[in-house]
């Protein structure tokens, strides 16, 4: 029997009986005999163990290839992976974001890295007559005469991520930023943070299932809690939370690891546990009920511009909240649509990887039923999903989104390496963890330098699109200004590519269009059941 995978054990052995008997005549040889005798000490228990057959049968060595295998990930990203593998950003995308974040140079010399020639390759067209645009403080109204505090949103903003999830630090320094840049800041699910308030940026406040910061006793929603916190004067919308792209349909998940007493205290929660808000709202439970929460929120909140997040699964379900719109005529005032890409600090891994509509059709979805119920001039949309760089932000819009969040981008801009470590409570850059000794080298006016600088630079880049487009705002960006390469030899528009519903087509006929064909007619207001379960509940009574 070969013993070769002994070898390195035993010679830790004879190493440590001949460094002993060194040491033993002369004391500097003492570092050697600790060296070897640690060697051997953990080859002993590896021997001794019955939890991993690897080490017993391969005594040190097995530890190599632990070692290997959790630098795997870094020695991927850096050494191995091209420029433009997006996995899950390329390092490509995180170079534009630290350089627009530092306002360093961002031109790249030598062409394109990408092959245009490929399909799925995506571009803009460029107009021969380009415009001038003044400013690139594009702004979108929301709320209008449903409220009596509209908002005037920039077109790019930071998505959901809750103190909790993000370090005390890296909160401040997003807030910030937001500040600076007139930009607002989404909170998260977890509640209002003194984080979040600290620096007076704009807020809008996220209304999970667990209903963090305005919950009571049973973990229910509290009108009077909820009223007292959404009429401060930095929160200017409230969201409620239906689902999120990196795990729709499970709740969100906070690492106990993360549940510090302060974190606990915020939430309403126990310190130490994971808080794992519940799969659905027990605050509402229909369609109609959803829309009737979303008109509490904003009177309770003052006649804040009030709406709800969303990530779309079941057709039927969006269906069924709009045609509760249409028949009830209680509208919210925004929806934001959030993609399956959609990242997170914490998530299972099918859900992660196989659940939930990517972004873009699920954005088409609401896009084009709102079109079709005529409703759509009186609904703002915001999309999130993946989205770093001005041409993200302007194919998104040109797909039916009037502004765009990101998440990941401005953690980057924080100083995040992509480290894949945010939910062990171990981030090497301070901004996904709450650990003090960690998040308390995070250099605050630098990083929200930084933010704003992202902000900022990345709305300019927008501007310098719509201008070599022809276009005056990005709310004139359609479907037909986005090409996309769909075989070696055919080039189409989105336009082309996708079916786009007319205004008030749905309020006559059920369109051309296969999920419309299938699920329009069976969705219902009052329920959110599947339509065959809805069936069988009839045949179940009727029988």
Same mark, same amino acid.
């Given at each position: 029997?070969?013993?070769?995978?002994?070898?390195?054990?035993?010679?830790?052995?004879?190493?440590?009986?001949?460094?002993?008997?060194?040491?033993?005549?002369?004391?500097?040889?003492?570092?050697?005999?600790?060296?070897?005798?640690?060697?051997?000490?953990?080859?002993?228990?590896?021997?001794?163990?019955?939890?991993?057959?690897?080490?017993?049968?391969?005594?040190?060595?097995?530890?190599?290839?632990?070692?290997?295998?959790?630098?795997?990930?870094?020695?991927?990203? *850096?050494?191995?992976?091209?420029?433009?593998?997006?996995?899950?950003?390329?390092?490509?995308?995180?170079?534009?974001?630290?350089?627009?974040?530092?306002?360093?140079?961002?031109?790249?010399?030598?062409?394109?890295?990408?092959?245009?020639?490929?399909?799925? *390759?995506?571009?803009?067209?460029?107009?021969?007559?380009?415009?001038?645009?003044?400013?690139?403080?594009?702004?979108?109204?929301?709320?209008?005469?449903?409220?009596?505090?509209? *908002?005037?949103?920039?077109?790019?903003?930071?998505?959901?991520?809750?103190?909790?999830?993000?370090?005390?630090?890296?909160?401040?320094?997003?807030?910030?930023?937001?500040?600076?840049?007139?930009?607002?800041?989404?909170?998260?699910?977890?509640?209002?943070?003194? *984080?979040?308030?600290?620096?007076?940026?704009?807020?809008?406040?996220?209304?999970?299932?667990?209903?963090?910061?305005?919950?009571?006793?049973?973990?229910?929603?509290?009108?009077?809690?909820?009223?007292?916190?959404?009429?401060?004067?930095?929160?200017?919308?409230?969201?409620?939370?239906?689902?999120?792209?990196?795990?729709?349909?499970?709740?969100?998940?906070?690492?106990?690891?993360?549940?510090?007493?302060?974190?606990?205290?915020?939430?309403?929660?126990?310190?130490?546990?994971?808080?794992?808000?519940?799969?659905?709202?027990?605050?509402?439970?229909?369609?109609?009920?959803?829309?009737?929460?979303?008109?509490?929120?904003?009177?309770?909140?003052?006649?804040?511009?009030?709406?709800?997040? !969303?990530?779309?699964?079941?057709?039927?379900?969006?269906?069924?909240?709009?045609?509760?719109?249409?028949?009830?005529?209680?509208?919210?005032?925004?929806?934001?649509?959030?993609?399956?890409?959609?990242?997170?600090?914490?998530?299972?891994s099918e859900f992660i990887d196989h659940v939930g509509v990517p972004m873009h059709e699920a954005l088409m979805l609401v896009h084009n039923t709102l079109v079709g119920l005529d409703l759509r001039d009186k609904i703002r949309i915001g999309a999130a999903g993946r989205i770093v760089s001005a041409f993200d932000m302007a194919k998104t819009m040109a797909m039916g989104a009037d502004w765009c969040n990101a998440g990941r981008g401005f953690m980057f801009a924080l100083g995040c390496i992509q480290s894949l470590s945010c939910h062990t409570d171990k981030c090497p850059t301070g901004v996904a963890t709450q650990d003090p000794r960690r998040f308390k080298q995070l250099d605050l006016a630098d990083k929200a330098t930084r933010v704003h600088n992202f902000h900022q630079n990345t709305v300019h880049a927008?501007?310098?699109?719509?201008?070599?487009?022809?276009?005056?705002?990005?709310?004139?960006?359609?479907?037909?200004?986005?090409?996309?390469?769909?075989?070696?030899?055919?080039?189409?528009?989105?336009?082309?590519?996708?079916?786009? !519903?007319?205004?008030?087509? !749905?309020?006559?006929?059920?369109?051309?269009?296969?999920?419309?064909?299938?699920?329009?007619?069976?969705?219902?207001?009052?329920?959110?059941?599947?339509?065959?379960?809805?069936?069988?509940?009839?045949?179940?009574?009727?029988?």
């Amino acid at each position: 029997m070969s013993l070769s995978r002994y070898s390195l054990y035993i010679a830790s052995l004879v190493l440590t009986v001949v460094f002993g008997w060194a040491t033993l005549r002369d004391p500097t040889w003492g570092w050697a005999l600790i060296i070897s005798a640690g060697v051997a000490a953990i080859g002993t228990v590896d021997l001794l163990q019955k939890k991993s057959t690897l080490r017993r049968n391969y005594p040190v060595l097995a530890h190599f290839r632990y070692g290997l295998e959790s630098i795997g990930p870094e020695m991927r990203q *850096y050494f191995i992976e091209s420029d433009i593998a997006e996995t899950p950003f390329s390092r490509q995308q995180r170079a534009l974001i630290y350089q627009r974040s530092k306002s360093v140079r961002d031109t790249r010399p030598f062409g394109t890295l990408h092959d245009v020639y490929s399909v799925d *390759y995506e571009w803009i067209n460029h107009s021969l007559s380009p415009a001038a645009i003044p400013s690139d403080d594009f702004r979108i109204d929301i709320g209008g005469d449903r409220v009596s505090k509209p *908002y005037s949103a920039s077109v790019f903003n930071i998505s959901a991520m809750s103190w909790g999830a993000l370090s005390a630090a890296a909160i401040r320094a997003l807030n910030e930023g937001a500040r600076r840049g007139k930009f607002y800041h989404d909170t998260g699910e977890g509640s209002i943070s003194p *984080y979040h308030l600290e620096n007076g940026g704009d807020l809008v406040w996220e209304i999970g299932s667990g209903y963090f910061g305005c919950r009571d006793e049973k973990g229910g929603f509290d009108p009077d809690k909820f009223a007292k916190a959404a009429q401060r004067e930095s929160v200017r919308m409230i969201e409620v939370k239906l689902s999120q792209g990196a795990k729709p349909g499970h709740g969100g998940v906070l690492p106990g690891a993360k549940v510090t007493q302060e974190v606990a205290d915020t939430r309403g929660v126990a310190p130490g546990v994971d808080c794992v808000s519940p799969a659905k709202h027990s605050a509402f439970s229909t369609p109609v009920g959803l829309l009737e929460f979303v008109a509490k929120l904003r009177e309770l909140s003052g006649g804040k511009p009030t709406g709800f997040k !969303l990530a779309i699964g079941h057709p039927w379900e969006w269906f069924g909240i709009a045609k509760a719109m249409q028949e009830t005529g209680l509208l919210p005032d925004f929806i934001v649509v959030d993609g399956a890409e959609g990242g997170t600090g914490a998530a299972p891994s099918e859900f992660i990887d196989h659940v939930g509509v990517p972004m873009h059709e699920a954005l088409m979805l609401v896009h084009n039923t709102l079109v079709g119920l005529d409703l759509r001039d009186k609904i703002r949309i915001g999309a999130a999903g993946r989205i770093v760089s001005a041409f993200d932000m302007a194919k998104t819009m040109a797909m039916g989104a009037d502004w765009c969040n990101a998440g990941r981008g401005f953690m980057f801009a924080l100083g995040c390496i992509q480290s894949l470590s945010c939910h062990t409570d171990k981030c090497p850059t301070g901004v996904a963890t709450q650990d003090p000794r960690r998040f308390k080298q995070l250099d605050l006016a630098d990083k929200a330098t930084r933010v704003h600088n992202f902000h900022q630079n990345t709305v300019h880049a927008l501007r310098d699109l719509l201008c070599a487009a022809g276009l005056d705002h990005p709310g004139q960006l359609g479907p037909e200004h986005i090409l996309r390469r769909v075989s070696p030899i055919e080039v189409r528009s989105l336009a082309a590519i996708y079916n786009f !519903l007319k205004p008030g087509e !749905l309020l006559t006929s059920i369109p051309d269009h296969a999920v419309f064909q299938q699920f329009w007619a069976c969705a219902r207001s009052d329920t959110f059941d599947a339509p065959d379960k809805v069936s069988a509940m009839r045949i179940g009574k009727s029988v």
